[in-house]
């Protein structure tokens, strides 16, 4: 078994490959904005694909169910970058809205922000930090999970 993508099923398919390709600088390598399906670069081997929400659920028999309902998030895209404080500044500069402001959380290992598409999905994007900046408990997981 192989990973293929992660897919976000998306109302304004329009709107939020023109973010994904536009605003963050993926890189379509199947599909236009017009839909009803995309896929997007998102690192060598990784593709966030986009599909027409209304069309995965007349798929899967959820078509008749409330689209959204007010709940905490149960997905997100993560998205490794070089620099977080220079993209964040760079789409920031560029008009892209944030949830929160770039934060360093040295139990996950990483400095994050997080921010949503024009559909609402969560995103991630992130830089590792240092191993010296990281809880004693994360260098101790990673000692203890690593391979020799």
Known sequence: MKMYSVRHLVEDFTACFRFYQKDLGMEPVWGDENGPYADLRAGSDVTLALFKKDLMAEAVGTKGLPKSALSQDKSLVSLQ??????????????????????????????????????DGNLVELFSPLSREQWTEEAQAKDDSTSVS
């Open 81 to 118: 970058v070089d620099n977080l404080d220079e993209t964040y500044d760079r789409l920031t500069k560029a008009g892209v809205g944030f949830v929160n402001e770039p934060k360093d959380y040295p139990g996950w290992t990483i400095r994050a922000v997080h921010l949503r598409d024009p």
